[in-house]
């Protein structure tokens, strides 16, 4: 049997949360939404749908992934495989079983949901998203010699090699620190095509001037910090 979990970080997502969870395939071991900071009633309805729910108080994307990886290390039944799912419903949570498969039946150690454009509803990304996703991809294969076109956040990975990657990135830059660490040490990785549609709520990151521009510079300075390590 294999134990997968997952990881929601979730901020002000009470219109989302419960039909993220409610999509989930019912077989996964354990749903996991890390409420950062939410003023609504993210919290309540995340609870109310089944999930097991903690609280970060430290806003930012890779503190509420950091908190739910503190978490799994606490426990005393196994994890096997994690996913990263957004709490917007944006993503499909119905294909987590696609996303796993590689690892499951390929011994895959990192699968990303790769939003390519023919499976996007109109408007689903924003154009500073797409360009940044090219952007970081395009250096990432440059330096990197990667294969990846996507920093989508619906992945999933075994969780023994996450736990050596290290994690540390507290904000924007986690995707991307993922996919730079998963390089540098050599695990095998691949993308799956999957569904993407226009989030319920407004986004948190892309929504925003700010949020656009903290989110390129966290991503580019890691890629700029690894090509020199």
Same mark, same amino acid.
């Given at each position: 049997?294999?134990?997968?979990?997952?990881?929601?970080?979730?901020?002000?997502?009470?219109?989302?949360?419960?039909?993220?969870?409610?999509? !989930?395939?019912?077989? !996964?071991?354990?749903?996991?939404?890390?409420?950062?900071?939410?003023?609504?009633?993210?919290?309540?309805?995340?609870?109310?749908?089944?999930?097991?729910?903690?609280?970060?108080?430290?806003?930012?994307?890779?503190?509420?992934?950091?908190?739910?990886?503190?978490?799994?290390?606490?426990?005393?039944?196994?994890?096997?495989?994690?996913?990263?799912?957004?709490?917007?419903?944006?993503?499909?949570?119905?294909?987590?079983?696609?996303?796993?498969?590689?690892? !499951?039946?390929?011994?895959?150690?990192?699968?990303?949901?790769?939003?390519?454009?023919?499976?996007?509803?109109?408007?689903?990304?924003?154009?500073?998203?797409?360009?940044?996703?090219?952007?970081?991809?395009?250096?990432?294969?440059?330096?990197?010699?990667?294969?990846?076109?996507?920093?989508?956040?619906?992945?999933?990975?075994?969780?023994?090699?996450?736990?050596?990657?290290?994690?540390?990135?507290?904000?924007?830059?986690?995707?991307?620190?993922?996919?730079?660490?998963?390089?540098?040490?050599?695990?095998?990785?691949?993308?799956?095509?999957?569904?993407?549609?226009?989030?319920?709520?407004?986004?948190?990151?892309?929504?925003?001037?700010?949020?656009?521009?903290?989110?390129?510079?966290?991503?580019?300075?890691? !890629?700029?910090?690894?090509?020199?390590?």
């Amino acid at each position: 049997m294999t134990y997968t979990r997952v990881i929601i970080p979730a901020f002000n997502e009470e219109g989302s949360i419960a039909k993220v969870i409610h999509d !989930i395939p019912s077989h !996964i071991s354990e749903v996991i939404v890390v409420d950062n900071q939410s003023t609504d009633e993210t919290f309540k309805q995340a609870e109310s749908a089944g999930a097991t729910v903690l609280y970060e108080g430290k806003m930012g994307y890779g503190h509420a992934c950091l908190k739910g990886l503190s978490y799994l290390k606490e426990l005393r039944e196994p994890t096997d495989i994690v996913v990263f799912l957004d709490g917007d419903y944006s993503d499909y949570p119905e294909e987590m079983d696609k996303i796993m498969a590689p690892i !499951i039946q390929d011994d895959i150690d990192l699968v990303i949901g790769a939003r390519v454009k023919s499976k996007r509803e109109p408007g689903s990304m924003t154009f500073p998203q797409i360009f940044g996703n090219w952007l970081a991809t395009t250096l990432m294969r440059l330096f990197f010699n990667s294969g990846f076109t996507d920093l989508g956040p619906f992945r999933a990975i075994k969780y023994k090699k996450l736990l050596a990657l290290k994690m540390e990135d507290k904000t924007y830059g986690w995707t991307v620190e993922m996919q730079l660490k998963a390089l540098k040490q050599k695990l095998t990785y691949t993308e799956v095509d999957i569904n993407y549609r226009n989030r319920i709520g407004e986004s948190k990151v892309s929504g925003t001037v700010k949020g656009s521009v903290m989110a390129g510079v966290k991503i580019l300075g890691w !890629i700029f910090k690894y090509s020199f390590k």
